[in-house]
């Protein structure tokens, strides 16, 4: 069994991640969530502490690690961002770490899952595809967002993928070659 760090930012499809979070622990993964603050309004961090049965971080300072950015990053064997807003994508892309999730994606040297979920347009836009390009020539991994209608309304290309797309890609990252 793999440990499994997962990271929610702020987009709408947070809520899918605790079908996500579910399923990894009935998987008998270990589970351990970080969300931005932008989550946290969307989704409750105690939604996810039920699931995962462990605490949510959100924040460095005032943690009951001193160390929660590099710890996090020791101790799990898998990083998936789901869901991945425009923004996380951005700020992974160009090393910005000015949260726990985005300084946790620096410090983590084993793979890290991007699921990018936005409006259309903003998936469209040039400067997001060339996000996505560095971070794939950075050695992550996309699992790339769907075609249909998003919350907002619109269709096309941005809904999240599913959550059981989700977690075969995590499982065919963790489980040993043969
Ligand atoms: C109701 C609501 C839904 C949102 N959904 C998305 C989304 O699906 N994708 C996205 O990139 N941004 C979305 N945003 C905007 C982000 O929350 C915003 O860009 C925020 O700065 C992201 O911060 P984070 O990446 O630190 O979580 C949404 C905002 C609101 C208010």
């Given at each position: 069994m793999a440990e499994i760090l997962v990271g929610v930012t702020g987009g709408i499809a947070a809520y899918k991640t605790a079908i996500i979070v579910s399923q990894?622990?009935?998987m008998e993964h270990g589970v351990s969530v970080v969300m931005t603050e932008s989550a946290t309004e969307l989704v409750g961090k105690s939604t996810?502490?039920?699931?995962?049965?462990?605490?949510?971080?959100?924040?460095?300072?005032?943690?009951?690690?001193?160390?929660?950015?590099?710890?996090?990053?020791?101790?799990?064997?898998?990083?998936?961002?789901?869901?991945?807003?425009?923004?996380?994508?951005?700020?992974?892309?160009?090393?910005?770490?000015?949260?726990?999730?985005?300084?946790?994606?620096?410090?983590?040297?084993?793979p890290v899952l991007f699921a990018p979920a936005?409006?259309?347009?903003?998936?469209?836009?040039?400067?997001?595809?060339?996000?996505?390009?560095k971070l794939i020539e950075f050695g992550a991994t996309i699992i790339y967002p769907e075609f249909g209608r998003t919350s907002c309304g619109e269709v096309g290309v941005g809904r999240m993928a599913a959550p059981e797309s989700i977690i075969k890609e995590i499982e065919k990252k963790i489980s040993p070659k043969k």
């Open positions: 990894l622990r009935q996810f502490e039920a699931l995962s049965g462990r605490p949510v971080r959100t924040a460095f300072f005032g943690s009951d690690r001193i160390h929660v950015h590099i710890d996090l990053a020791r101790e799990s064997d898998l990083f998936c961002i789901a869901p991945a807003t425009a923004n996380i994508l951005s700020k992974a892309a160009n090393g910005i770490a000015d949260d726990l999730l985005s300084t946790l994606i620096l410090s983590f040297d084993k936005m409006n259309p347009s903003m998936w469209n836009k040039p400067v997001i595809q060339n996000n996505v390009q």
